[in-house]
């Protein structure tokens, strides 16, 4: 048996001396923290018995504080020390905060034994004095279980929150439900100063005597205090809505809000024109503009430099084709300028819609070069159906960019030639003599663009403003802030922190953070919990302004490009089946009852079909000329029922002319422009 051990001779203590610890093992002293490890992990000692005899339940606080009186009587053991000293300093925190030194506290708890509320009544003893004698006399010290230190985490965050009156702790017994409408300012500053008055505790050791462990008192407190506040909010929305014209104009510096879109043919140069514009102004650093000249260059569009300033995405920079609306902000000596640059390829003709729907006025970018203007002018160019959506639209204030001058030479015979074309078709389609402005530019040199140019050859026969001036000299239109609140979304995106955001222009009225508006058509209410104007936040905002709206309450997936955030008080309607007064455009084939059309309102587009032809009006007085007439055919002006696939939100044109205006288009091809005059479901 000599190959064998002698197992009786064998010495356990040698081989398990240390990492024989029943129920763990030497990685877990690496794995867990020592609080846990405290309370969860079982070890053979003397400390421990009292779980073996007895099982713990849950919430039961006579047997932890039982616990912990035992431990006291034993000599610890360097982890429990530890473990006892952490929870002391948390409890001593919570009443304390950062004004006393971690060191102090330290001290504080050896020299009482590891007892919280001992050592909280020996700092605040040492800081003043006086006071002792009065909390001795008011509550005795109790101790809190370090086994629920989960549990405090709750009260730890409600004590920044909640006021010093309304939770606070007198030798480490925590106090709550504090009466705050009664609470005047002398009191705080006792109660700061560590001196409590005797007249307060009658009224509130019986709040807190029948359960002390009870989470109730937080929240209940926390109501109170929203309670209070609540009548300040509402009193603060009706001061500002007296005033919230006024408010606009300190807002804006004295200057005025206008709307501006940019149109005109494909590559006539609008991007460039208005991005040179935004670097002469400085709205475009050096370093990016830079940046902006080496990367067209490497693409081999090295004239596309300016025209990145708007053109963003990588899509868009690739084809050298704008295809959304972009947006962004310049400033003039009088106006605040919204711009929006639309596409002008007819691929691309509903986002321009969209663009021109949130517009004031609009410069028309013409290509001056020869044959490229007679390209867009005639029949399938964009430089006719861009000014027709726009006067139809609303716009009624127009400036023509006669853009590329430098390329023919800056010839008056040109610039004369192109202007009377434009003028009588521009005539034509509805715009006033006085309201078309024509000025001469050369978007890639930047010659006439913010500072009139010094082109011998220009000056000699022009003397007008240049292109910023003739934005100076529009007139801004009147904001409808009395009117109910209405926001047309235009984009929804999810961004950091919670709820999502959308994006818009308000029509009508005006909105504040923390407002329940209603949106419509999924009929849904949501709380605005921020306003985002420029990229800057704002507690307000009112009509004319393009914001980004963050909303709660509601879920992103009801929310499309299209619906209609509006007042609770008075909802926007909403219907299936309406009436319209509709003018015909130059179309090939005639408008018959059934023809399937598509509608562009705002920022919606929905499928819909003629229903009814009801009748031809003149299109001056509005008189009825036939009745029932079984197709329209170009440049009538007719009443027609139109009924859309899903419901539509829509306001009449004599309430809301924002808002009452759209579009029909056909098979790419825009046939009709059109006002609400009834809903009918």
């Known amino acids: ?138 509550a005795a010290p109790s101790r809190k279980s370090t086994v629920g230190r989960a549990r405090e985490q709750p009260a730890r965050v409600d004590a920044d929150i909640i006021p010093k009156v309304a939770k606070m702790t007198v030798s480490g017994k925590q106090i709550t439900g504090f009466n705050i409408p009664r609470a005047n300012t002398d009191e705080n500053d006792h109660l700061r100063k560590g001196a409590v008055p005797n007249e307060v505790f009658p009224s509130v050791m019986p709040e807190a005597s029948p359960k002390p462990n009870s989470a109730c008192p937080g929240p209940s407190l926390t109501e109170e ?124 003709i509903p986002n321009m819609i969209t663009g021109a729907a949130q517009a004031d006025v609009a410069i028309l970018v013409v290509d001056a070069s020869r044959g490229e203007f007679e390209a867009g002018f005639e029949a399938g160019g964009q430089t006719r159906e861009h000014a027709l959506l726009v006067r139809s639209l609303g716009v009624t204030q127009l400036a023509v960019a006669v853009n590329k001058m430098d390329q023919v030479n800056w010839q008056p015979e040109r610039f004369k030639e192109i202007s009377n074309k434009l003028g009588q078709f521009l005539k034509q389609a509805g715009f006033k003599d006085s309201d078309v402005a024509y000025v001469p530019t050369a978007g890639l040199t930047g010659e006439n663009l913010t500072t009139r140019s010094q082109v011998p050859v220009l000056r000699t026969w022009y003397n007008g403003p240049c292109l910023l001036e003739q934005i100076d000299c529009f007139k801004s239109p009147q904001r409808p802030v009395e009117k109910p609140f209405r926001l047309c979304v235009s984009d929804v995106f999810k961004d950091q922190g919670s709820g999502f955001n959308v994006t818009g222009k308000i029509e009508a009225g005006y909105v504040q953070t923390g407002d329940r508006v209603l949106a419509v058509p999924p009929n849904e209410t949501c709380t605005v919990k921020g306003i985002t104007l420029h990229e800057e936040p704002l507690d307000w905002a009112a009509a004319g302004d393009h914001v980004i709206l963050t909303v709660t309450g509601v879920d992103i997936i009801k929310i499309n490009v299209g619906c209609i955030f509006c007042d609770q008080k008075a909802p926007i309607k909403t219907c299936t089946r309406f009436r319209a007064r509709v003018l015909i455009f130059n179309v090939e084939l005639p408008v018959t009852q059934g023809l399937p059309v598509l509608l562009h309102y705002q920022t919606l587009s929905e499928p819909c079909s003629i229903r009814r032809l009801v009748s031809v009006l003149h299109k001056s007085s509005g008189e009825v000329l036939k009745k029932k007439p079984k197709c329209l055919t170009k440049g009538q002006n007719a009443l027609i029922e139109l009924q859309t696939q899903r419901p539509v939100s829509l306001e009449l044109y004599k309430d809301f002319k924002e808002l009452g205006r759209f579009m029909l288009r056909y098979a790419g091809s825009t046939i009709a422009a059109g006002v609400v005059t009834e809903i009918k479901e």
């Open 225 to 348: 205090a929203t309670a209070v506040q609540t009548p300040s909010k509402v009193s603060t929305k009706t001061r500002q809505q007296l005033d919230v014209k006024v408010e606009l104009e300190k807002r804006q510096g004295g200057k005025q809000l206008l709307n501006l879109v940019v149109i005109g043919h494909v590559d006539a140069g609008k991007s460039t024109l208005m991005g040179h514009v935004l670097y002469l102004l400085g709205n475009v650093n050096k370093r990016v503009m830079h940046k902006y000249e080496q990367e067209s260059k490497k693409a081999g569009k090295a004239s596309f430099a300016f025209a990145w300033v708007l053109d963003e995405t990588g899509e868009e920079r690739e084809r050298g084709v704008t295809m959304d609306v972009g947006m962004t902000k310049f400033e003039t000596k009088t106006k605040v300028i919204t711009l929006m640059d639309a596409p002008g390829h007819k691929d691309f």
């Open 1 to 138: 048996m000599a190959r064998h051990r002698n197992v009786r001779g064998l010495k356990y203590d040698e081989d398990f001396e240390d990492d024989d610890v029943y129920g763990q093992s030497v990685e877990d002293d690496y794995c867990i923290s020592p609080a846990t490890a405290a309370q969860f992990i079982y070890k053979r000692d003397g400390n421990n018995r009292a779980f073996a005899e007895e099982p713990l339940e849950e919430g039961d606080e006579c047997l932890e504080e039982t616990i912990e009186e035992s431990s006291h009587n034993n000599q610890p053991r360097s982890t429990v020390d530890q473990v006892r000293l952490y929870a002391c300093l948390d409890k001593m925190r919570e009443v304390l905060g950062e004004s006393v030194s971690e060191q102090i506290m330290v001290d504080a708890v050896l020299k009482c034994q590891y007892d919280a509320c001992k050592a909280l009544d020996l700092v605040l003893s040492e800081e003043c004095k006086p006071t002792t004698e009065i909390k001795n006399q008011v």
